[in-house]
């Protein structure tokens, strides 16, 4: 017999309650990896080491975690990452203790695997709720981001100096025990299990390829990896292109975090967006406000620039992300879901990872204007890709009509 999902509210609820209370870590996390690294680093060329790890880890760890919710549920994947980042948290504390870099270096990596299973929650959301919801499950899970960006900061002013005179270590400890409490929604969350191995067809490398070639997966693919490796292009190198071009970090700081509000604000309308409007038509949306952001950071280097640049950065991002994510969870079947998720999750934080690595070299040799020129073909491609597609669907259709 074939287990149903409980679609009555309360699994979404702890899914959100969980998702929230564990997303507090992310800032968190973004202000540590530095500072932390800056203090225990050999030489200060080595201060973003720790960071990098944590990208990598997670990139490694993306595909993994996607295999095993297909196999032992969400919830023994999500209690998992749980469990990597109490570790690496418990490790980032004692790493200040005993001022060892390496050890910084693998709490770390603990965290980066640790927040590519969190990255499933939008996924989960969507499966614990009547397809018809499924956009509005999926948009107010990424609302989470938000309470995040106001609350992980805060919860690191509070704990960073709990260990004085050993800086930093009390934040370390902090996310653990955030991560503890997050993990408690966890035990209301009633999922299906997963289908017996016997049951599902083998997922080789051509049937792979053939489900990602499908026009609606290869759609959300594309536009989910260019959405995030552009947004993540133009924010990360924000505050040293700022401070390089003569503003002050605290400017940068407030540009940064009107980006957080505007990535993940729109979360509350966008899925109601999305079922009014269709998803194709919102992840077009996204990728213009997109291109007009790069335009805008090209156009000028004023305070003005720089956060209306990254304002509709933040909202362009939320249109694509949400309507390819909304778009794969429709475009695929249970028994595809752990593989083609793990997948789509794999190359979007290889976007990730090499759009960030790439930025701040950009920058330094190239400056800023041309690392807002660079990201306008890449925007380009996807937002035809976006109207190819969607008129050989219709083509598609009609010829079988």
Known sequence: MTTTP????????????????LSAAMPMLILLGGLAGLMLAPSPALATVPPSVQALAGLIATGPLSVLMGRRGRRTGFMLGGGLAIAGGLAGTVALFAGSFILLCAAHALLGAALASYLYFRFAAAEAVPDRWQP??????????????????????AAKDAFAPVPLAGAY??????????????????????????????AGIVQILAILGRGPVLTAVIVGAVSQGVMVLLMAPTPLAMTGLGHTAALAGDVVRWHVVAMFAPSFATGFVITRCGTRPVMAAGLVLLIAAALTAASGA???????????????????????????????????????QGVNDTLIALAATVCVAASGAVVTTWGWTALAIAALPVLAVALVWIVLSRAMSASVAGGQA
Do not use: C, K
């Not at 106001?150 to 690191?156: A, C, L, R, T």
């Not at 025990?177 to 191995?197: H, K, S, Y």
């Not at 209306?308 to 879901?337: D, H, K, P, Q």
């Open 302 to 340: 004023s305070p003005h620039h720089f956060h209306v640049a990254l304002i509709l950065l933040g909202i362009g991002w939320n249109f694509g992300y949400i309507g390819a994510t909304t778009l794969l969870a429709s475009a695929v079947s249970a028994e595809e879901r752990p593989v083609v």
């Open 6 to 21: 409980d679609r009555s509210g309360g699994t979404f609820a702890a899914l959100l309650a969980a998702n929230t209370i």
């Open 136 to 157: 509005m499950a999926i948009s107010l899970v990424l609302t989470s981001g938000l309470v995040a960006a106001v609350v992980g900061p805060q919860i690191f002013i």
């Open 173 to 202: 400890a902090a996310v653990a025990v955030v991560t503890l409490l997050g993990l408690v929604p966890l035990a209301f969350v009633r999922m299906p299990p997963p289908a017996p191995r016997g049951d599902r067809p083998g």
